[in-house]
T-cell receptor
Framework: QQQVKQSPQSLIVQKGGISIINCAYE??????FPWYQQFPGKGPALLIAIRPDVSEKKEGRFTISFNKSAKQFSLHIMDSQPGDSATYFCAASKGTYKYIFGTGTRLKVLA | EAGVTQFPSHSVIEKGQTVTLRCDPI?????LYWYRRVMGKEIKFLLH????????ESGMPNNRFLAERTGGTYSTLKVQPAELEDSGVYFC?????????????FGEGSRLTVL
C-alpha cells in the first residue's frame, strides 16, 4: 500500500514531441504529489507538484494530470527539448513529507 | 545561499569496513532527511530529523546504520560494518520548519560502493 508504481522505465522522444510519464498509488491518505527531475551527477530537484483537490496543474511546458478516483497521476512535457533529458521521479507523501518515490523514468529527447 | 552539500561524493570500501557520510543542510532548515537509491530502484526513505531529534527512522535497514545530527546542524550517516547490499547513492535533503510548500532540497548524493 506504500508503493508508487512508475512507468515507463525509459522513454525516447523526438524534439518537439510530448513526453508522458505515469504513476499510480494505493494509499488514499497521500495528499501531496511532486515530480522531481534529476540530471546526471546532480540531486533530484522539484519540478512541479499537485495536491488532490485539483485535477491538473500546468507550469510552462510541464503539466501534471491527477485522477483521484483512479489513484493515478501523470507528467506531460510538451514540446520536449534535448535539455529535458534527465531522470524523472514521481512521489507521494502525507504530512511530514516522508516521500514514497517511484522507480524513475529515464527520458532522452533526441535533437 | 548554499544548497545541501554532501561529502564524500564517492566512497569505495571493502566489505566489513566503516564509512561515514556527511550532510550539511541549507542553513536554517530544521528538517533533514536521508534517502538511498540502489541502482535502478526507487529512492527510498531512511530517516527524518527535526533539528537534532529523530522524528522517523522507520526506513533504516538495520542496526549497522547510525545517523546523528548533533546540535541540529549537519548530519552524519555511519555504516558499520558495510555489506555489499549497502552499495547505492545516499541522498540528503532538507526543508524549512515552517511556511514551506513541501519542497525538499536535495544534495548531489554520496555514492557508496562496497566491494
Amino acid at each position: 500500500q506504500q508503493q508508487v508504481k512508475q512507468s515507463p522505465q525509459s522513454l525516447i522522444v523526438q524534439k518537439g514531441g510530448i513526453s508522458i510519464i505515469n504513476c499510480a498509488y494505493e494509499n488514499t491518505a497521500f495528499d501531496y504529489f511532486p515530480w522531481y527531475q534529476q540530471f546526471p551527477g546532480k540531486g533530484p530537484a522539484l519540478l512541479i507538484a499537485i495536491r488532490p483537490d485539483v485535477s491538473e496543474k500546468k507550469e510552462g511546458r510541464f503539466t501534471i494530470s491527477f485522477n483521484k478516483s483512479a489513484k493515478q497521476f501523470s507528467l506531460h512535457i510538451m514540446d520536449s527539448q534535448p535539455g529535458d533529458s534527465a531522470t524523472y521521479f514521481c512521489a507521494a507523501s502525507k504530512g511530514t513529507y516522508k516521500y514514497i518515490f517511484g522507480t524513475g523514468t529515464r527520458l532522452k529527447v533526441l535533437a | 545561499e548554499a544548497g545541501v552539500t554532501q561529502f564524500p561524493s564517492h566512497s569505495v570500501i571493502e566489505k566489513g569496513q566503516t564509512v561515514t557520510l556527511r550532510c550539511d543542510p541549507i542553513s536554517g532548515h530544521d528538517n533533514l532527511y536521508w534517502y538511498r537509491r540502489v541502482m535502478g530502484k526507487e529512492i527510498k526513505f531512511l530517516l527524518h530529523f527535526v533539528k537534532e531529534s529523530k522524528q522517523d527512522e522507520s526506513g533504516m535497514p538495520n542496526n549497522r546504520f547510525l545517523a546523528e545530527r548533533t546540535g541540529g546542524t549537519y548530519s552524519t550517516l555511519k555504516v558499520q560494518p558495510a555489506e555489499l547490499e549497502d552499495s547505492g547513492v545516499y541522498f540528503c535533503a532538507s526543508r524549512p520548519g515552517t511556511g514551506n510548500t513541501g519542497e525538499l532540497f536535495f544534495g548531489e548524493g554520496s555514492r557508496l560502493t562496497v566491494l
